[in-house]
């Protein structure tokens, strides 16, 4: 595929030479879409509408306040604005949050009545994001069994896919897919790959061409997108980036600067998953959040926020997203429209209006004029609060609300150090190298090995090392066993500790696979951020399990 679109590219080019062309054709405008979390509207069947979030958990902390109140998003007036002001800024689409279980559809009355009851419905197409993380709403248990998958396709097709504005790739219909990890529960690799295959049957079946899937979640590995490839994904974006822990943050902070996490994207996150995608033959859609904070669900205390959040920031990661979309599929994702419970919202707010809009507009080229907003009748007429509530959030706006302070590491300073001699081999066994554990126990060690038992969600095996300059080392690899009893091997990942960063950090990690028995081995140019995490290497944190009661025998720790 990757080889087609070279040939191509180089036809045209000679094309372009032998027309005279003075002018390098200009890469394609990417195609921007942007996610949106439905249900904010009057509960059928509910007369108290306590399961709203506006009611539940919005209008009782002091902010957001969205421009256009506290609406009920299944009205198409309120749509009439929304497609003027994505239209005019730039999104070209949205990627319904879609709630689906074993024939159940949930939270869908945004698209069905909302949105495709709009009258300038055309002025940007939709997409479904399929939500398929276990909710309690479910009258089912959650069932992504291969039967489950094709009824859902077959659903998916008649109601949704053969709209006029569906968004379509060289004709296919897109289905964004969110948790692969939720969907390997349901039998593994191999039954996926055939599931996938299946529903791409039954969309043709339907009269809609197949399927272009593309795979949704915040990891940011080589060997995840590899996985996303091999079970027959077209794409792979993100939802969010907002939980990584840019250095210096440490592990358990629950505040990140929101400026470090733009620097992060645009210097690490999208270059690497760029070139990973290309590496992998995988597109991928590099995606945008405005912040995060979900304090209003979840309170002060266990709310996780990104902190110093402004549009012009945001319109930096955005122009950064820009400039690494995939040629040959130009897409970039925003995270979100309205997440007004997790403070991911580019909708116009009270507090910055147009301001997001404004910066991705500009970034696209955009000149939208001034915006008509809808009058205080009409926001009054969609509210979902009455007035008594409407007061009572009112008075509460601009009361101190902060959140707690970031944490973080201890830092060191880079040094220089002699070249090491590689390969070195890290001896795990009696009289190998000094380590120590942590999260379990050391049951024996010998010369068979180090034999490792977990006994927490966290077990944690450091093996000191000779400092070894960071850019020598091209490839690290595991000789390890796991138990008998591990079905389906043990989850390895490392973490690696430098003269810069001394201490554990998720950002200098990477997630090594399934450990059965033999080697599980990764070069570094497919561990994101290498290059950033400091000089010299000094130790490496071995992470085997995720659960107590996992058995390890970890022999040999090889740096080439």
Not at 34 to 42: K, L, M, T
Not at 137 to 166: C, G, V
Not at 492 to 501: C, G, I, K, S
Request: aromatic share 12%; hydrophobic share 40%.
């Amino acid at each position: 595929m990757r080889m087609r679109r070279f040939f191509h590219g180089l036809v045209a080019c000679a094309l372009l030479a032998i027309t005279g062309g003075g002018h390098a054709a200009q890469p394609p405008r990417p195609t921007v879409g942007v996610y949106y979390f439905p249900g904010w509207y009057r509960g059928k069947g509910d007369p108290t509408n306590q399961w709203s979030e506006w009611r539940r958990c919005i209008m009782k902390t002091p902010e957001p306040r969205a421009l256009c109140g506290f609406y009920d998003d299944s009205d198409p007036r309120l749509w009439g604005y929304y497609t003027d002001w994505m239209a005019g800024h730039g999104v070209d689409f949205i990627a319904f949050d879609w709630y689906y279980n074993a024939r159940e559809e949930a939270l869908n009355d945004s698209l069905a009545n909302g949105f495709l009851g709009c009258v300038s419905r055309d002025k940007v197409r939709f997409a479904l994001h399929w939500c398929n993380h276990p909710l309690d709403i479910w009258k089912h248990p959650l069932n992504q069994s291969r039967e489950k998958l094709l009824e859902m396709t077959d659903y998916a097709s008649a109601r949704y896919f053969k709209q006029p504005n569906y968004l379509r790739i060289k004709g296919l219909p897109v289905f964004m897919i969110y948790d692969v990890d939720q969907l390997l529960a349901f039998g593994g690799f191999a039954a996926v790959k055939a599931s996938l295959s299946g529903m791409r049957d039954h969309a043709r079946r339907a009269g809609v061409g197949g399927l272009h899937l593309v795979a949704v979640y915040s990891r940011a590995s080589a060997g995840y997108v590899q996985l996303c490839r091999d079970l027959g994904f077209d794409s792979f974006c993100a939802y969010t980036y907002a939980g990584t822990r840019h250095p210096p943050v440490r592990w358990d902070s629950q505040n990140i600067p929101y400026d470090s996490c733009v620097a992060s994207c645009v210097e690490n996150v999208y270059p690497f998953l760029s070139r990973i995608g290309r590496e992998k033959d995988l597109v991928y859609w590099p995606t945008t959040f405005s912040g995060w904070d979900d304090r209003p669900r979840a309170g002060v205390e266990k709310a996780f926020v990104t902190s110093g959040n402004t549009p012009k920031l945001f319109g930096q990661m955005f122009r950064g997203a820009l400039k690494y979309a995939d040629p040959s599929e130009p897409f970039v994702m925003v995270e979100a429209w309205n997440e007004w419970g997790e403070g991911a919202c580019i909708e116009p707010d009270q507090r910055y209006g147009f301001g997001y809009l404004e910066q991705m507009g500009a970034a696209l080229g955009r000149k939208p004029g001034k915006p008509r907003v809808p009058s205080a009748g009409e926001i009054a007429s969609w509210s979902v609060l009455g007035p008594q509530e409407l007061a009572a959030a009112k008075a509460i706006e601009g009361q101190p609300w902060e959140p707690k302070k970031p944490i973080y590491l201890e830092t060191g300073t880079n040094r220089l150090v002699a070249p090491a001699k590689l390969p070195l081999t890290l001896d795990l066994r009696a009289g190998g190298a000094e380590v120590q554990a942590g999260g379990g126990k050391i049951e024996r060690r010998d010369a068979e090995g180090l034999l490792f038992v977990s006994a927490s969600k966290d077990p944690q095996v450091y093996v000191r090392m000779p400092e070894v300059p960071i850019d020598q080392v091209k490839r690290i690899t595991l000789v390890a066993e796991a138990g008998k009893d591990a079905a389906g091997g043990v989850p390895v990942e490392l973490f690696f500790l430098t003269a810069l960063y001394p201490d554990s950090s998720s950002f200098c990690s990477a997630p090594l696979g399934l450990l059965t028995a033999g080697k599980l081995s990764i070069a570094t140019s497919e561990i994101m951020g290498w290059t950033h995490f400091g000089t010299p290497l000094t130790a490496i944190r071995i992470d085997p399990g995720e659960k107590a009661g996992a058995r390890v025998l970890l022999k040999q720790l090889v740096l080439e």
